[in-house]
């Protein structure tokens, strides 16, 4: 029996060392590992989401919380016929994305889509509503005044 008591506490001081050895790794990898690089994201457009206008955007803005790379950026509008109306080719500075928009045709609901590369060189891609209410034709017909 004495002859196995020093073995024994021999090995478990070893395995307290080892335990010991390997959550001190564990902590040091956590500790250093690197932050991974997220994707950007969109913090605000004009026009904005949801946003209900009376007169056509000339331009459509986009604000990244990133810089965004200049690698063909693709900002689309398309209008409730299904057609495409921005003009141009999209323009970056650093965080935000600029594109025209030509002449809408009108009352609608229209999409701006688009694509740009993060600055982790992922694409982001997304949708942004909105509504033009085109203000009432001065050239309407107006109704006869009531009789008295």
Known sequence: MTFRRPLLRRFA???????VVAVLTAVAAIGLAAP?????????????????????????????DQPVENFEPV???????GQRYESGTPQVDS???TAGVGALPGAGD?????????????????????????P???????APPAAR
């Open 13 to 19: 001081r070893q395995l307290i060392r080892l335990t």
């Open 36 to 64: 991974a690089s997220a994707h950007n994201v969109l913090l605000s457009s004009n026009p904005a989401d949801g946003a209900v206008l009376q007169t056509s955007p000339t331009t459509v803005q986009l604000t990244f």
């Open 75 to 81: 900002v689309s509008v398309l209008g409730p016929d």
């Open 95 to 97: 965080t935000e994305v």
């Open 110 to 134: 229209y999409v701006i889509a688009y694509r740009v590369v993060s600055a982790d060189g992922h694409p982001v891609q997304g949708e942004i509503r909105f509504r033009l209410d085109a």
């Open 136 to 142: 009432a034709s001065s050239s309407a017909p107006r």
